[in-house]
Protein backbone atom coordinates (compact mmCIF):
# COMPACT_ATOMS: atom_id res chain seq x y z
CA UNK A 1 0.00 0.00 0.00
CA UNK A 2 1.50 3.11 -0.78
CA UNK A 3 0.62 6.49 1.71
CA UNK A 4 0.53 9.92 0.90
CA UNK A 5 0.44 11.85 3.89
CA UNK A 6 0.37 15.93 3.86
CA UNK A 7 1.54 16.10 0.71
CA UNK A 8 1.58 20.10 0.07
CA UNK A 9 3.38 21.22 -3.22
CA UNK A 10 4.45 24.93 -4.35
CA UNK A 11 5.11 25.88 -7.91
CA UNK A 12 6.92 29.89 -6.63
CA UNK A 13 3.72 31.13 -4.33
CA UNK A 14 0.62 28.87 -6.10
CA UNK A 15 -0.39 26.30 -3.87
CA UNK A 16 -1.22 23.54 -6.29
CA UNK A 17 -1.68 20.52 -3.82
CA UNK A 18 -2.85 21.58 -0.50
CA UNK A 19 -1.92 18.91 2.78
CA UNK A 20 -3.37 15.89 0.20
CA UNK A 21 -3.89 12.55 2.41
CA UNK A 22 -4.94 9.56 1.74
CA UNK A 23 -4.20 5.33 0.59
CA UNK A 24 -3.60 3.08 -2.73
CA UNK A 25 -4.03 -0.09 -2.03
CA UNK A 26 -2.56 -2.56 -3.67
CA UNK A 27 -4.41 -4.23 -6.89
CA UNK A 28 -7.09 -1.08 -7.02
CA UNK A 29 -7.78 0.67 -10.15
CA UNK A 30 -8.06 4.67 -8.73
CA UNK A 31 -9.49 7.62 -10.59
CA UNK A 32 -8.72 10.83 -9.81
CA UNK A 33 -11.30 13.94 -11.19
CA UNK A 34 -11.01 17.36 -10.40
CA UNK A 35 -11.32 20.78 -12.35
CA UNK A 36 -8.18 22.02 -15.10
CA UNK A 37 -5.82 23.59 -12.37
CA UNK A 38 -6.98 21.59 -9.81
CA UNK A 39 -3.65 19.65 -8.92
CA UNK A 40 -3.99 16.12 -10.63
CA UNK A 41 -0.97 16.53 -12.74
CA UNK A 42 1.41 17.92 -9.82
CA UNK A 43 0.24 14.80 -7.69
CA UNK A 44 0.74 11.89 -10.39
CA UNK A 45 4.26 13.81 -11.08
CA UNK A 46 5.43 13.65 -7.07
CA UNK A 47 4.17 10.03 -7.13
CA UNK A 48 6.19 8.81 -9.94
CA UNK A 49 9.21 10.82 -8.63
CA UNK A 50 9.02 13.79 -11.48
CA UNK A 51 8.71 16.42 -9.25
CA UNK A 52 10.16 16.29 -5.80
CA UNK A 53 8.22 16.15 -2.38
CA UNK A 54 8.55 19.51 -0.86
CA UNK A 55 6.00 19.06 2.50
CA UNK A 56 4.67 15.45 3.55
CA UNK A 57 5.30 12.19 3.45
CA UNK A 58 5.11 8.96 1.14
CA UNK A 59 5.14 5.83 2.69
CA UNK A 60 4.77 2.02 1.18
CA UNK A 61 5.12 -0.72 3.91
CA UNK A 62 5.61 1.93 6.81
CA UNK A 63 8.68 2.89 5.02
CA UNK A 64 9.21 6.81 4.08
CA UNK A 65 9.87 6.60 0.53
CA UNK A 66 12.45 8.99 -1.07
CA UNK A 67 11.92 11.07 -4.84
CA UNK A 68 14.20 8.69 -6.19
CA UNK A 69 12.54 5.16 -4.51
CA UNK A 70 9.30 6.35 -6.23
CA UNK A 71 11.22 6.36 -9.73
CA UNK A 72 12.10 2.86 -9.27
CA UNK A 73 8.76 1.85 -7.62
CA UNK A 74 6.52 3.89 -9.56
CA UNK A 75 5.67 4.30 -13.55
CA UNK A 76 4.28 7.68 -15.17
CA UNK A 77 2.48 7.84 -18.96
CA UNK A 78 2.13 11.47 -19.84
CA UNK A 79 -0.31 13.11 -21.23
CA UNK A 80 0.88 13.30 -24.46
CA UNK A 81 2.77 10.47 -24.94
CA UNK A 82 5.15 12.35 -27.72
CA UNK A 83 6.64 13.77 -24.66
CA UNK A 84 7.97 10.35 -23.37
CA UNK A 85 8.68 8.93 -26.86
CA UNK A 86 12.76 8.26 -27.56
CA UNK A 87 12.96 5.07 -30.02
CA UNK A 88 13.39 5.69 -33.34
CA UNK A 89 11.44 2.81 -34.21
CA UNK A 90 8.84 0.59 -31.81
CA UNK A 91 11.16 -2.16 -30.33
CA UNK A 92 13.84 0.60 -29.83
CA UNK A 93 11.24 2.53 -27.78
CA UNK A 94 10.30 -0.45 -25.61
CA UNK A 95 13.97 -1.53 -25.03
CA UNK A 96 15.40 2.08 -23.77
CA UNK A 97 14.22 1.26 -20.24
CA UNK A 98 15.84 -2.04 -20.04
CA UNK A 99 19.17 -0.88 -21.45
CA UNK A 100 19.35 2.08 -18.83
CA UNK A 101 18.99 -0.44 -15.78
CA UNK A 102 21.41 -2.56 -17.85
CA UNK A 103 19.13 -5.82 -18.87
CA UNK A 104 21.45 -8.92 -20.38
CA UNK A 105 20.56 -8.69 -24.30
CA UNK A 106 18.81 -11.37 -24.76
CA UNK A 107 16.76 -11.18 -21.62
CA UNK A 108 16.01 -7.72 -22.70
CA UNK A 109 15.10 -9.17 -26.13
CA UNK A 110 12.42 -11.37 -24.19
CA UNK A 111 10.99 -9.42 -22.45
CA UNK A 112 10.77 -6.39 -25.45
CA UNK A 113 8.83 -9.24 -27.63
CA UNK A 114 6.45 -10.47 -24.69
CA UNK A 115 5.64 -6.63 -23.98
CA UNK A 116 5.52 -6.18 -28.48
CA UNK A 117 2.89 -9.10 -28.19
CA UNK A 118 0.81 -8.25 -24.49
CA UNK A 119 0.14 -4.42 -26.06
CA UNK A 120 -0.91 -5.84 -30.10
CA UNK A 121 2.68 -3.74 -31.56
CA UNK A 122 4.31 -6.77 -32.73
CA UNK A 123 3.55 -6.11 -36.28
CA UNK A 124 4.72 -2.52 -35.99
CA UNK A 125 8.08 -3.14 -34.00
CA UNK A 126 10.74 -1.77 -36.90
CA UNK A 127 7.82 1.58 -37.59
CA UNK A 128 8.98 4.72 -36.71
CA UNK A 129 7.16 6.12 -33.80
CA UNK A 130 6.30 9.38 -36.03
CA UNK A 131 4.34 7.46 -38.12
CA UNK A 132 1.86 5.73 -35.41
CA UNK A 133 -1.25 6.67 -34.15
CA UNK A 134 -2.28 8.57 -31.30
CA UNK A 135 -3.85 5.73 -29.88
CA UNK A 136 -1.01 3.43 -31.09
CA UNK A 137 1.29 6.01 -29.69
CA UNK A 138 -0.87 6.21 -25.96
CA UNK A 139 0.08 2.11 -26.51
CA UNK A 140 3.58 2.11 -26.81
CA UNK A 141 4.16 4.85 -24.27
CA UNK A 142 2.25 2.65 -22.17
CA UNK A 143 4.07 -0.24 -22.99
CA UNK A 144 7.83 1.65 -22.69
CA UNK A 145 6.73 2.14 -19.10
CA UNK A 146 5.19 -1.30 -17.94
CA UNK A 147 8.33 -3.54 -19.41
CA UNK A 148 10.31 -1.97 -16.82
CA UNK A 149 7.38 -3.31 -14.32
CA UNK A 150 6.66 -0.77 -11.73
CA UNK A 151 4.60 -1.77 -8.78
CA UNK A 152 2.42 1.22 -9.20
CA UNK A 153 1.16 2.73 -12.64
CA UNK A 154 0.37 6.46 -13.02
CA UNK A 155 -1.56 8.02 -16.53
CA UNK A 156 -2.40 11.38 -17.12
CA UNK A 157 -5.74 11.55 -19.17
CA UNK A 158 -5.18 8.88 -20.76
CA UNK A 159 -8.11 8.84 -23.42
CA UNK A 160 -8.03 12.81 -23.87
CA UNK A 161 -6.45 12.49 -27.32
CA UNK A 162 -7.91 9.71 -28.63
CA UNK A 163 -11.68 8.55 -30.58
CA UNK A 164 -13.26 5.80 -29.20
CA UNK A 165 -11.74 2.53 -30.44
CA UNK A 166 -8.54 3.86 -29.49
CA UNK A 167 -10.22 4.76 -26.12
CA UNK A 168 -11.47 1.23 -25.42
CA UNK A 169 -8.55 -0.21 -26.79
CA UNK A 170 -6.35 1.62 -23.85
CA UNK A 171 -9.04 1.22 -21.09
CA UNK A 172 -8.63 -3.03 -22.03
CA UNK A 173 -5.13 -2.77 -22.06
CA UNK A 174 -4.96 -1.25 -18.24
CA UNK A 175 -7.72 -3.37 -17.39
CA UNK A 176 -5.92 -6.32 -18.16
CA UNK A 177 -2.59 -4.74 -16.43
CA UNK A 178 -4.61 -4.15 -13.76
CA UNK A 179 -5.85 -7.81 -13.64
CA UNK A 180 -1.89 -9.18 -13.83
CA UNK A 181 -1.61 -6.96 -10.51
CA UNK A 182 -0.29 -3.59 -11.25
CA UNK A 183 -2.02 -0.71 -9.25
CA UNK A 184 -3.16 2.16 -11.47
CA UNK A 185 -3.79 5.31 -10.67
CA UNK A 186 -5.77 7.51 -14.09
CA UNK A 187 -6.34 11.15 -14.05
CA UNK A 188 -9.45 12.11 -16.23
CA UNK A 189 -12.01 14.01 -17.18
CA UNK A 190 -14.09 11.48 -19.03
CA UNK A 191 -15.40 9.28 -16.07
CA UNK A 192 -18.13 7.79 -18.37
CA UNK A 193 -14.85 5.59 -19.83
CA UNK A 194 -13.32 4.54 -16.42
CA UNK A 195 -16.46 3.52 -14.99
CA UNK A 196 -16.95 0.30 -15.49
CA UNK A 197 -12.90 -0.75 -14.49
CA UNK A 198 -12.13 1.57 -11.30
CA UNK A 199 -13.16 1.30 -8.12
CA UNK A 200 -12.26 4.09 -6.22
CA UNK A 201 -12.55 7.78 -7.08
CA UNK A 202 -10.58 11.10 -5.53
CA UNK A 203 -11.96 14.05 -6.48
CA UNK A 204 -9.82 17.68 -6.30
CA UNK A 205 -11.18 20.79 -5.46
CA UNK A 206 -8.30 23.65 -5.60
CA UNK A 207 -5.20 20.94 -4.73
CA UNK A 208 -7.33 19.58 -2.45
CA UNK A 209 -9.04 16.20 -1.99
CA UNK A 210 -12.91 16.95 -0.93
CA UNK A 211 -14.53 13.37 -1.90
CA UNK A 212 -12.13 9.76 -1.41
CA UNK A 213 -14.43 6.97 -1.79
CA UNK A 214 -16.34 4.24 -4.20
CA UNK A 215 -17.45 5.97 -7.25
CA UNK A 216 -21.46 4.49 -6.94
CA UNK A 217 -21.00 7.00 -3.56
CA UNK A 218 -19.48 9.89 -5.47
CA UNK A 219 -22.52 9.76 -8.60
CA UNK A 220 -24.84 10.43 -5.47
CA UNK A 221 -23.32 14.14 -5.02
CA UNK A 222 -23.38 16.75 -7.21
CA UNK A 223 -19.68 17.81 -8.23
CA UNK A 224 -20.49 20.70 -11.00
CA UNK A 225 -17.02 20.60 -12.58
CA UNK A 226 -17.15 16.81 -13.22
CA UNK A 227 -19.72 15.81 -16.13
CA UNK A 228 -22.42 12.84 -15.05
CA UNK A 229 -21.74 9.83 -16.98
CA UNK A 230 -25.11 9.67 -19.51
CA UNK A 231 -26.58 6.28 -17.61
CA UNK A 232 -26.58 8.56 -14.37
CA UNK A 233 -28.77 11.42 -15.76
N1 LIG B 1 5.18 24.30 -14.12
C1 LIG B 1 4.32 25.06 -13.46
N2 LIG B 1 4.67 26.30 -13.04
C2 LIG B 1 3.81 27.09 -12.35
N3 LIG B 1 2.56 26.70 -12.01
C3 LIG B 1 2.15 25.50 -12.41
C4 LIG B 1 3.00 24.60 -13.15
N4 LIG B 1 2.33 23.46 -13.39
C5 LIG B 1 1.11 23.62 -12.83
N5 LIG B 1 1.01 24.82 -12.25
C6 LIG B 1 -0.15 25.34 -11.49
O1 LIG B 1 -0.45 24.41 -10.46
C7 LIG B 1 -1.87 24.25 -10.33
C8 LIG B 1 -2.24 22.77 -10.53
O2 LIG B 1 -1.95 22.41 -11.89
P1 LIG B 1 -2.05 20.92 -12.43
O3 LIG B 1 -1.52 20.93 -13.83
O4 LIG B 1 -1.46 20.00 -11.46
O5 LIG B 1 -3.64 20.73 -12.47
P2 LIG B 1 -4.52 19.68 -13.28
O6 LIG B 1 -5.66 19.34 -12.39
O7 LIG B 1 -3.68 18.58 -13.78
O8 LIG B 1 -5.05 20.54 -14.51
P3 LIG B 1 -5.51 20.05 -15.99
O9 LIG B 1 -6.75 19.24 -15.81
O10 LIG B 1 -5.75 21.35 -16.70
O11 LIG B 1 -4.36 19.28 -16.58
C9 LIG B 1 -2.49 25.21 -11.34
O12 LIG B 1 -2.79 26.40 -10.68
C10 LIG B 1 -1.39 25.41 -12.36
O13 LIG B 1 -1.52 26.66 -13.00
Known amino acids: MLEIIDLTFYYGNIKALDRVTFKIKDGSFVLIVGANASGKTTLLKILCGLLP ?3 GKIMFDKKEL ?4 LRYLCGYVFHNPLNQIVGTTVEEDIAFGLENIGMERNRM ?3 VEKTLKSFGLYELKEKDPATLSAGQL ?5 ASVTVLKPKYLFLDEPTSMLDEQDSKQIKQCLKDLNDSGITILVSTHDLEQFLDTSNWIIHLNNGKIDFEGEIKEFLEKDFPDVERPGCFN
Open 53 to 55: IQK
Open 66 to 69: SQND
Open 109 to 111: IKE
Open 138 to 142: QKLAT
